[in-house]
């Protein structure tokens, strides 16, 4: 699916603070990689993270 940028800052935002925060990580990701947000990045670019958006329509 196609995010908006603003429901992709949101969504990485959202999983790094998961990370950050202890929760699993689900990608292979290098040792130096320690940064919550390049983890997120990574999992959002291998399309694995686990958030989805819901659209309401009124």
């Given at each position: 699916?196609?995010?908006?940028?603003?429901?992709?800052?949101?969504?990485?935002g959202?999983r790094?603070?998961?990370?950050?925060?202890?929760?699993?990580?689900?990608?292979?990701?290098?040792?130096?990689?320690?940064?919550?947000?390049?983890?997120?990045?990574?999992?959002?670019?291998?399309?694995?993270?686990?958030?989805?958006?819901?659209?309401?329509?009124?």
């Amino acid at each position: 699916m196609k995010y908006t940028r603003f429901e992709k800052a949101r969504i990485i935002g959202a999983r790094a603070l998961q990370i950050a925060l202890g929760a699993p990580i689900l990608v292979d990701y290098p040792v130096e990689m320690i940064d919550p947000v390049d983890i997120a990045m990574l999992e959002y670019d291998e399309n694995i993270v686990p958030i989805s958006v819901n659209y309401e329509t009124n």
